[in-house]
């Protein structure tokens, strides 16, 4: 024998309880309303579990926002901004990070904790960053102006593999999202990489996207800080 009754929460079907017997007309009416009780009381419970743990990652995802605003807006030095954002790599479940910047008055510049990337000189790292731009990942997000997940670099034609990683490329999994200053204007790409092949979700774009956000002003204002004090140094000297 066997009874079947749908989980259902109003008109939402979220699945089906089920119980079996061996002998032959194991179950009556009375068997059938029961279970439909235990029906309604186990898909209450579900949904009930689904909403605090809906609830649970958004008090997570408030509490990494609130400490990403709170670091950036600690210092207004440049670097200290950038090293910032790609030291919270491990917060969002990322091995490294990388940022690419266009600077408005300067050249494009390039900084990152990847392996092999992190170390550039200056000549370097402008050198990389125009590359990138202008036919790597990253000259898709700016163009398209939105953010890119990758689940494998290495299935990915618009993923740029430096000659150095030929043979282990150290970023398998990439969500790049574009920077924005408070004017709209593209500033860069902020990325976070992890070696194995899937480590992201769609789910984390937005999270991603929003630090990238609050990335965007700290960078644009430590940019307008320091030209500024580089004009007070000028008048003065």
Do not use: C
């Not at 402008?126 to 997000?141: C, N, P, R, Y």
């Not at 200053?181 to 990325?191: D, E, K």
């Amino acid at each position: 024998s066997e009874m079947a009754v749908p989980l259902a929460l109003g008109e939402r079907v979220i699945g089906v309880l089920n119980v079996e017997s061996p002998r032959a007309h194991a179950f009556d009416e009375s068997d059938v309303r029961l279970l439909a009780t235990l029906a309604g009381t186990l898909s209450a419970i579900i949904v009930n579990n689904n909403l605090l743990e809906a609830i649970s990652r958004e008090r997570e995802r408030l509490a990494i926002l609130s400490e990403a605003l709170r670091q950036l807006i600690a210092s207004l030095d440049l670097s200290a901004v950038v090293e910032t954002a790609l030291q919270f790599a491990p917060r969002l479940g990322a091995q490294h990070a990388y940022i690419l910047l266009l600077g408005e008055s300067a050249e494009a510049n390039f900084h990152a904790t990847l392996p092999g990337l992190d170390h550039f000189s200056e000549a370097e790292a402008h050198a990389f960053a125009q590359t990138i731009s202008g036919q790597g990942l990253e000259k898709w997000v700016l163009e398209n102006q939105r953010p890119a997940l990758v689940p494998d670099t290495r299935l990915d034609a618009r993923w740029y593999t430096d000659p150095s990683h030929a043979e282990e490329e150290p970023a398998r999994s990439v969500v790049a999202v574009p920077l924005r200053t408070q004017r709209g204007l593209l500033s860069g790409v902020l990325a976070y990489t992890h070696s194995v092949p899937g480590a992201f979700s769609e789910e984390q774009a937005p999270l991603i996207e929003s630090i990238a956000g609050q990335v965007a002003v700290a960078l644009e204002n430590a940019t307008l800080y320091e030209q500024m004090h580089t004009q007070e140094r000028s008048a003065t000297a």
